[in-house]
Protein backbone atom coordinates (compact mmCIF):
# COMPACT_ATOMS: atom_id res chain seq x y z
CA UNK A 1 0.00 0.00 0.00
CA UNK A 2 2.73 2.14 1.07
CA UNK A 3 4.73 1.92 -2.45
CA UNK A 4 1.65 2.65 -4.46
CA UNK A 5 0.78 5.64 -2.80
CA UNK A 6 4.08 6.67 -3.16
CA UNK A 7 5.56 10.18 -2.19
CA UNK A 8 3.80 11.92 -5.20
CA UNK A 9 0.43 11.55 -4.53
CA UNK A 10 1.10 13.26 -0.67
CA UNK A 11 -1.25 16.58 -0.61
CA UNK A 12 1.31 18.40 -0.70
CA UNK A 13 3.42 16.76 -3.52
CA UNK A 14 -0.42 17.44 -5.50
CA UNK A 15 -0.24 21.26 -4.49
CA UNK A 16 3.87 21.84 -5.57
CA UNK A 17 3.01 20.27 -9.01
CA UNK A 18 -0.38 22.06 -9.74
CA UNK A 19 0.98 25.54 -9.22
CA UNK A 20 4.38 24.98 -10.73
CA UNK A 21 2.68 23.90 -13.88
CA UNK A 22 0.47 27.04 -13.45
CA UNK A 23 3.71 29.29 -13.78
CA UNK A 24 4.01 30.10 -9.66
CA UNK A 25 7.08 29.97 -7.93
CA UNK A 26 7.37 28.87 -4.49
CA UNK A 27 9.55 28.58 -1.67
CA UNK A 28 9.59 25.23 0.67
CA UNK A 29 9.58 25.81 4.48
CA UNK A 30 10.71 28.70 5.09
CA UNK A 31 12.19 28.32 8.54
CA UNK A 32 12.41 31.69 9.17
CA UNK A 33 8.67 32.00 9.31
CA UNK A 34 6.61 31.26 11.70
CA UNK A 35 5.02 27.87 11.56
CA UNK A 36 7.37 27.38 8.79
CA UNK A 37 4.58 27.71 5.89
CA UNK A 38 4.78 24.61 3.79
CA UNK A 39 4.92 26.99 0.35
CA UNK A 40 5.74 30.48 0.30
CA UNK A 41 5.08 32.59 -2.63
CA UNK A 42 6.88 35.43 -1.89
CA UNK A 43 5.73 37.41 -5.19
CA UNK A 44 2.31 37.19 -3.86
CA UNK A 45 3.35 37.89 -0.31
CA UNK A 46 1.65 34.84 0.67
CA UNK A 47 1.84 31.32 2.61
CA UNK A 48 0.36 28.09 1.91
CA UNK A 49 -0.08 25.21 4.45
CA UNK A 50 -1.49 22.03 2.96
CA UNK A 51 -3.21 20.51 6.54
CA UNK A 52 -4.20 17.10 7.01
CA UNK A 53 -8.15 16.55 7.85
CA UNK A 54 -7.35 14.97 10.97
CA UNK A 55 -4.31 15.81 12.58
CA UNK A 56 -5.42 19.87 11.88
CA UNK A 57 -9.04 19.10 12.64
CA UNK A 58 -11.05 20.18 9.33
CA UNK A 59 -14.41 20.77 11.06
CA UNK A 60 -16.99 18.97 9.60
CA UNK A 61 -15.22 16.62 7.63
CA UNK A 62 -15.30 13.08 7.04
CA UNK A 63 -11.59 12.56 7.42
CA UNK A 64 -11.66 14.20 10.79
CA UNK A 65 -13.28 11.99 13.14
CA UNK A 66 -11.83 11.37 16.32
CA UNK A 67 -11.15 7.50 17.89
CA UNK A 68 -13.05 5.65 19.72
CA UNK A 69 -10.87 5.02 22.18
CA UNK A 70 -8.86 7.21 23.64
CA UNK A 71 -11.10 10.27 22.75
CA UNK A 72 -10.43 12.66 25.15
CA UNK A 73 -6.99 12.02 24.70
CA UNK A 74 -6.76 12.75 20.55
CA UNK A 75 -9.58 15.62 21.29
CA UNK A 76 -7.22 17.40 22.73
CA UNK A 77 -4.24 16.80 20.52
CA UNK A 78 -6.26 17.86 17.36
CA UNK A 79 -7.19 21.14 19.68
CA UNK A 80 -3.67 22.37 20.32
CA UNK A 81 -2.84 21.93 16.60
CA UNK A 82 -6.19 23.94 15.96
CA UNK A 83 -4.53 26.40 18.36
CA UNK A 84 -1.67 26.86 17.20
CA UNK A 85 -2.59 26.76 13.54
CA UNK A 86 -4.56 30.22 14.36
CA UNK A 87 -1.46 31.40 16.18
CA UNK A 88 0.78 30.95 13.52
CA UNK A 89 -1.80 32.40 10.77
CA UNK A 90 -2.31 35.72 13.48
CA UNK A 91 1.60 36.19 13.64
CA UNK A 92 1.66 35.86 9.65
CA UNK A 93 -0.91 38.21 8.81
CA UNK A 94 0.60 40.93 11.40
CA UNK A 95 3.92 40.65 9.19
CA UNK A 96 1.98 41.32 6.13
CA UNK A 97 1.84 37.83 4.75
CA UNK A 98 -1.60 35.95 3.17
CA UNK A 99 -2.26 32.81 4.48
CA UNK A 100 -4.28 29.86 2.47
CA UNK A 101 -5.06 26.78 4.07
CA UNK A 102 -5.40 24.22 1.33
CA UNK A 103 -7.07 20.63 3.20
CA UNK A 104 -6.25 17.38 2.30
CA UNK A 105 -9.82 16.47 1.26
CA UNK A 106 -10.06 18.81 -1.45
CA UNK A 107 -7.10 17.11 -3.03
CA UNK A 108 -9.13 14.13 -3.67
CA UNK A 109 -9.11 13.32 -7.40
CA UNK A 110 -12.76 14.26 -7.97
CA UNK A 111 -12.00 17.90 -6.28
CA UNK A 112 -8.53 18.59 -7.05
CA UNK A 113 -8.84 20.53 -10.50
CA UNK A 114 -11.26 22.92 -8.67
CA UNK A 115 -9.40 23.37 -5.50
CA UNK A 116 -6.33 24.21 -7.55
CA UNK A 117 -8.04 26.57 -10.01
CA UNK A 118 -9.28 28.57 -6.69
CA UNK A 119 -5.91 28.70 -5.17
CA UNK A 120 -4.70 30.20 -8.52
CA UNK A 121 -7.44 32.51 -8.62
CA UNK A 122 -6.99 33.73 -4.83
CA UNK A 123 -3.46 34.24 -5.56
CA UNK A 124 -3.86 36.08 -8.78
CA UNK A 125 -6.88 38.34 -6.49
CA UNK A 126 -4.14 39.02 -3.71
CA UNK A 127 -1.49 40.10 -6.32
CA UNK A 128 -3.91 42.71 -7.31
CA UNK A 129 -4.88 43.48 -4.46
CA UNK A 130 -1.37 44.57 -3.49
CA UNK A 131 -0.55 46.34 -6.63
CA UNK A 132 -3.90 48.24 -6.78
CA UNK A 133 -4.57 47.39 -10.87
CA UNK A 134 -7.78 48.91 -12.02
CA UNK A 135 -10.25 46.32 -11.60
CA UNK A 136 -12.77 47.75 -13.54
CA UNK A 137 -11.31 47.49 -16.76
CA UNK A 138 -13.59 44.18 -17.36
CA UNK A 139 -17.07 46.36 -16.75
CA UNK A 140 -19.50 45.96 -19.65
CA UNK A 141 -20.37 48.61 -22.10
CA UNK A 142 -23.70 49.32 -20.75
CA UNK A 143 -22.31 49.57 -17.14
CA UNK A 144 -19.48 51.72 -18.10
CA UNK A 145 -22.10 54.36 -20.46
CA UNK A 146 -23.53 54.68 -16.73
CA UNK A 147 -20.37 55.55 -14.97
CA UNK A 148 -19.79 57.87 -17.95
CA UNK A 149 -23.34 59.85 -17.69
CA UNK A 150 -22.34 59.86 -13.84
CA UNK A 151 -19.27 60.99 -14.36
CA UNK A 152 -20.56 64.03 -17.04
CA UNK A 153 -23.36 64.70 -14.12
CA UNK A 154 -20.89 65.16 -11.83
CA UNK A 155 -18.81 67.65 -13.60
CA UNK A 156 -21.70 69.43 -15.24
CA UNK A 157 -22.76 71.75 -11.65
ZN1 LIG B 1 -11.15 17.74 5.23
Given at each position: M?????????P??????????????????????P????????K?????????????????????????????????????????????????NA???????????????????????????????????S?????????????????????????K?
Amino acid sequence: MAAIRGKDTKPEMIVRRGLWRMGFRYRLNHKRLPGHPDLVLTKYRTCIFVNGCFWHGHEGCKLYSVPKTNTEFWINKVRRNQERDVDVKRRLNAMGWNCITIWECELKPSRRDDTLKSLAFTLNEIWLDSHKVNRYYAIPEEESEHYQKVAEAETKD
